[in-house]
């Protein structure tokens, strides 16, 4: 069965502050894919990375990063110096590779409400 | 940037009444998910279409809700009869090649009184 657990449910920092979202999943599946939306109050979910079970490396983009780390099945997403416009939930989730079945659907973990203070 | 097009954005509905959600995705993209989101949580899927054939419907509650994507293309989910558990989100997405990332439409906010 596929799990992902997001543990902060809601986190408050001020702006211009580095904050981490933390993201663990469940998988028995060797080739997977892992998966970060924004969802911000009006309401839609908003692609930001994908990241598949054999990439490992860090990857940057502007002010976001992303640590994935196999070994304790962990995927977090780091703002560095935040900003008011970065408040929303943000929802992490896995999808079992598709393969010859065709696409999956992501199970998404509970979601990590970010407020962003000025 | 295409979109994903769902309607209404809002509905209130007493419950026992019938309700209908659309949705058209982004056009090329021939697998479309129905997804609730209940206030607090994250998404969970209802159903999932690969063209017009349902591939996942294992969390849909077949003995009121029912979906359809008859020409493969949009899609329309219903709720008959509505009760008041069923207020959450519900939003749409698709996406094209296996494993490509799901592109999701703003949703439709349903509001059972």
């Known amino acids: 069965a596929q799990k992902v657990t997001q543990a902060q449910t809601e986190i408050s920092v001020v702006e211009k502050e580095d904050v981490t979202l933390d993201c663990v999943y469940e998988t028995r599946d060797t080739t997977y894919y892992l998966f970060w939306y924004k969802q911000p109050p009006s309401g839609e979910l908003v692609f930001l990375i994908r990241?598949?079970?054999?990439?490992?490396q860090n990857e940057i983009s502007g002010r976001y990063s992303w640590n994935f780390q196999k070994s304790t099945s962990s995927f977090n997403f780091t703002i560095t110096a935040s900003q008011v416009v970065d408040s929303a939930v943000y929802f992490c989730?896995?999808?079992?590779?598709?393969?010859?079945?065709?696409?999956?659907?992501?199970?998404f973990g509970k979601g990590t409400r970010l407020s962003v203070i000025a | 940037e295409a979109e994903v097009a769902q309607s209404p954005r809002y509905k209130i509905t007493e419950k026992s009444q019938a309700v209908a959600f659309w949705c058209d995705p982004i056009s090329g993209h021939a697998t479309l998910y129905w997804y609730r989101q209940i206030l607090g949580q994250g998404p969970e899927l209802l159903v999932q279409?690969?063209?017009?054939?349902?591939?996942?419907d294992s969390q849909l509650p077949k003995d009121r809700f029912s979906a359809e994507r008859l020409k493969g293309v949009d899609s329309t989910l219903k709720i008959q009869p509505a009760e008041l558990g069923d207020s959450a989100m519900y939003l749409c997405?698709?996406?094209?090649?296996?494993?490509?990332?799901?592109?999701f439409g703003n949703g439709t906010r349903l509001t059972v009184t």
């Open positions: 989730a896995l999808r079992p590779e598709g393969g010859f079945s065709g696409n999956t659907p992501l199970v």
């Open positions: 997405a698709s996406s094209s090649i296996s494993n490509s990332p799901l592109h």
């Open positions: 279409f690969q063209d017009e054939s349902v591939v996942d």
């Open positions: 990241r598949n079970s054999f990439d490992e």
